[in-house]
Each structure stands twice: as C-alpha cells, then as structure tokens.
Nanobody, 123 residues
Framework: QVQLVESGGGLVQAGGSLRLSCAASRRTFSGYAMGWFRQAPGKEREFVASISWSGSNTYYADSVKGRFTISGDNAKNTVYLQMNSLKPEDTGVYHC????????????????WGQGTQVTVSS
C-alpha cells in the first residue's frame, strides 16, 4: 500500500506562485509515474501534469503549459508542482496520484491517490 500526502496549497492572488509537494510513504517507489490532477467545485477532475519515474518524460495540460512545472526527487519519494502566474481558474483541490502505467493524462490509470490540497487564487 502506498500513501500519498500533498502539501503546499493555500490562498494566493492572481499572478502569484505556489509549490505543491506530494510525499509517498513507500520507500520502494521505483517505476511509478506520478501525476497531478485538480477538481474545481461543480466540475469534473481534470489532468494537470505528469512525470515518468526517470523524470525524462513530462506532460502538461494545455491550460498550464508554460506556467506549471512538475519535477521529482526519487531519493525523497517526493514529486513537486511549481505553479507560477496563477489564475483564478486554477482554483481547486489538487491531488497527486501514482501508478505503474504512466505517465498518463488518464486518471483511471493511476492506482494511488492523495487526499488533496486546496489551492485558491483570488482575482
């Protein structure tokens, strides 16, 4: 069993930055791809970014390209999401996910999910 714990969310003004972290409990995390998804109130969960275990492959939703950066530190079993130039439409609960079938933009291909961290961007 793998537990994922997100942190780093909060309230920020438009144009500001936040860095989210996702720490995995399992020491042996080799081979797992990681993804970030978000869900705004009244909307479906949507893909944000994903990264392969090696870090050599990354994918981003069109809405965040050029503003968000996903990275990982395998020694710390942690993945990060650096979010710059935040917009009100980036508001939502951000979840990290881990799976062996990735990196993917499809939520159902991820096995483990964190509880999420709230990001609120004010205009």
């Amino acid at each position: 069993q793998v537990q994922l714990v997100e942190s780093g969310g909060g309230l920020v003004q438009a144009g500001g930055s936040l860095r989210l972290s996702c720490a995995a409990s399992r020491r042996t995390f080799s081979g797992y791809a990681m993804g970030w998804f978000r869900q705004a109130p009244g909307k479906e969960r949507e893909f944000v970014a994903s990264i392969s275990w090696s870090g050599s492959n990354t994918y981003y939703a069109d809405s965040v390209k050029g503003r968000f950066t996903i990275s990982g530190d395998n020694a710390k079993n942690t993945v990060y999401l650096q979010m710059n130039s935040l917009k009100p439409e980036d508001t939502g609960v951000y979840h990290c996910a881990a799976g062996l079938r990735g990196p993917s933009t499809i939520a159902s291909l991820y096995t483990y999910w964190g509880q999420g961290t709230q990001v609120t961007v004010s205009s």
